[in-house]
Every structure is written in C-alpha cells, then in structure tokens.
C-alpha cells in the first residue's frame, strides 16, 4: 500500500511539473509533439489538443513533455519551424518555459498547505499563529529511526504518549515536549529500561524500550522523533498567507539541506531515494490524511529545488546554459550541449540506483 500511495503522490508531482512546461510553452506558442501520462513505451493515444497528442504510457511514474526545439541538434529549420521551436524564441522565453515546472512544484505545494489549514491539520503547536487556541493537543511519534530500540520495542509512527515510565517513576503528560522525554531517557536509560503507555487506533499499549548510547549524539536515546500536535483550522485568507509561509519556509531549510550537503557537512547516507521515500509516505499516512498531504507539499517543494539545481539534464542546468548564452551573446554548440545533458542524465541514474540500493541495504 505504501508503494501505490508513493507512485500515485510522485505521479501527481511529475503531472504537475510537466504541466508548467506546458502551459508556459503553449503561452509562448511553442510546439508541444506530446504531453505524456507515465513514460514510453506508448500505451497508447488519447486525443489531440492544439497540435499536442495526449498519451498514455505503461510506465506508471508522472509524465513528460516532448517540446519542439528543447533538444536541439543544430540541424536546418524552415521558417515556420522556427517560429515555433523553443531554441529560436527569445531567451527570457526560453527561460520561462524551463522555470515554469519548478514554479508549478512550487505554486502547488502552496495550494496544498493552504487546503489543510482550511480543512483542519494536525499541526505542530510551533507552527500555529500566535495565541492560537488548538482544539486538542497530544504528544505524538511523528518518526521512527530503522532498527532502533523504539522499532524494536514496537512504538509506532502515530502513537499518542500518554506516560513514561521507569521502576520508579511515572510522568502523566500533560505539557511535556521531545526534549523532557530526552532528557528522562538520559538520566534513566544507562541503568533502566523506559516504559510509554501509548494510545493506538483508541486502544492503549504498554510498549518497554530498552535505551541505547550513540543513536543520537552521545547520549542514551530510544531513536524516536515527537512533536506536540494539534487541530489546526484556519480561515481562507489566513490559511493563503500560512501556506505561502510554509511553503518559504519549507523551501529556504530544503535549499539549505542541499547546501550542507554539498559543503559535506551532511553526509550522503542521510539522503532517501524511492525506497526510503515511500517508507516516509507510509509514516505520514498512519498519522492521518492532512499529514500526507503535506508531506506531498513538502515533496513537491523538494522536486522544485532538485530542478533549480544548476546541474546538466536538470531545469536548472539548462536555465544556466541559457545564462551563459545571454552573457556571450551567442547560442553553444548544440551537439556540445547536448552531451553534456546526455552526461548529466547517466550521472543522475547512476545517483539515483545508488541511493536505492543504500535504502534496500537498510530494510535488512
């Protein structure tokens, strides 16, 4: 079930991003060949809009965008084929039209975050406006590190604290946070297991947990993450503007992850490719459907910032060749270009396959 929820959440998000290439090509009156659903081999054809076949393919991941002109091989074009190929309009064009997808990731993450604060979210209390009133508030798991003393006692994403506990004290919770938790583990868990009492699909579980040194830091923990959460419902206007916040919020910290990642300040094992994702999407459903669907916003924010990367095969890459063609103030040899892309889009897979077969590794 986890994988179906994950392909059907990427699909959307790859709809999405091809839908800005779309649009801004069609504005532009660029021809688009074809606006497929999964990708070749072709399943088969739908209709035809305005010169773009509408197809369905057999692979079940997002969709693509065939633009006249996007992979140029430098050949001879008629007049009126030049009038509608992407490399023969004005560059600022030309740029749009490759930004329009990490928009579309961008706009549709907002629209996302702005439904769930209209409709209810379970919220952090961190996130809320200031003075807001939640209707309820729970200490909740809101993630579960592999193979950790948590998952091996049983704890669950979703489970609602209600105590913890040692052989010879009891906390109630009431207004206690992550960091109480720590640091009742840390002055416990060298010499005591540490007991929660859970509430679970409204059954309450008795769950031991046995600490363990250097899960995090180098202190005793049992590899948990909490949050206390609340019902969030917010008016249209003000759920606009706490989208819009979100949604800069969310994309400034992703930005700023790729960066320490780059800078080896993160290291690459804390990457998830499709395997950990999906596991992820797993988790968020168990919490409850407004809690997926912004982690579908967050996704989203996510493919727009991969995008913007200035990396060959990438939007971002070839928005920069298009910058460094406007500074010479000439086109680049389309065959050199090309490579380059072709270059790119192997080191991508080859990154990809990677970071699968290190999700694998970990399930065992």
Same mark, same amino acid.
Do not use: C
């Given at each position: ?141 809101? !993630? *579960?590190?592999?193979? =950790? ?6 704890? #669950? /994403? &979703?489970?609602?604290? @209600?105590?913890?506990? $040692? ?99 993160? !290291? *690459?094992?804390?990457? =998830? ?6 596991? #992820? /999407? &797993?988790?968020?459903? @168990?919490?409850?459907? $407004? ?74």
């Amino acid at each position: 079930m986890n994988i179906i929820i994950f392909i059907l959440i990427l699909g959307i998000l790859v709809f999405v991003h091809e839908l800005g290439h779309f649009l801004f090509a069609k504005l532009f009156n660029i021809r688009v060949d074809e606006f497929g659903f999964g990708y070749p081999p072709k399943m088969f054809k739908m209709f035809s809009w305005r010169g773009t076949d509408f197809t369905m393919n057999w692979i079940p991941f997002g969709g693509f965008v065939k633009i006249f002109g996007e992979n140029d091989d430098g050949s001879e074009l008629s007049d009126e084929e030049k009038a509608v190929s992407l490399v023969h309009k004005p560059r600022w064009q030309q740029t749009l039209v490759m930004f329009g997808g990490i928009l579309f990731n961008l706009i549709f993450a907002w629209i996302l975050f702005s439904g769930i604060f209209m409709a209810g979210i379970m919220a952090p209390v961190s996130s809320a406006p200031d003075n807001y009133k939640f209707e309820n508030i729970d200490l909740t798991l809101t !993630s *579960i590190m592999q193979k =950790s003393p948590a998952e091996n006692a049983g704890l #669950q /994403v &979703g489970d609602i604290v @209600k105590e913890y506990y $040692t052989g010879e004290s009891t906390v109630i919770v009431q207004d206690q946070s992550i960091e109480d938790i720590a640091r009742f583990i840390q002055e416990n868990g060298e010499n005591s297991d540490v007991g929660f009492v859970v509430l679970r699909d409204k059954k309450l579980e008795n769950i031991i947990t046995k600490p363990k040194l250097g899960i995090v830091g180098d202190s005793y923990s049992i590899g948990v993450g909490m949050d206390r959460v609340g019902k969030m419902k917010l008016p249209f206007f003000q759920s606009l503007w706490y989208g819009a916040k979100n949604t800069v919020s969310m994309t400034v910290e992703i930005f700023r992850g790729f960066g320490q990642l780059i800078s080896g300040k993160v !290291s *690459i094992d804390a990457v =998830s490719g499709p395997v950990g994702i999906a596991g #992820q /999407v &797993g988790s968020a459903a @168990k919490i409850g459907l $407004t809690y997926l669907i912004g982690f579908a916003a967050m996704l989203s924010i996510n493919l727009a910032v991969l995008n913007i990367i200035p990396f060959p095969a990438l939007d971002g890459g070839r928005i920069f060749i298009l910058l460094i063609e406007s500074v010479i103030g000439k086109r680049l040899n389309p065959n050199i270009v090309n490579w380059i892309n072709v270059v790119g889009f192997f080191l991508l897979i080859g990154l990809m396959l990677f970071v699968t077969v290190k999700d694998i590794i970990k399930l065992f």
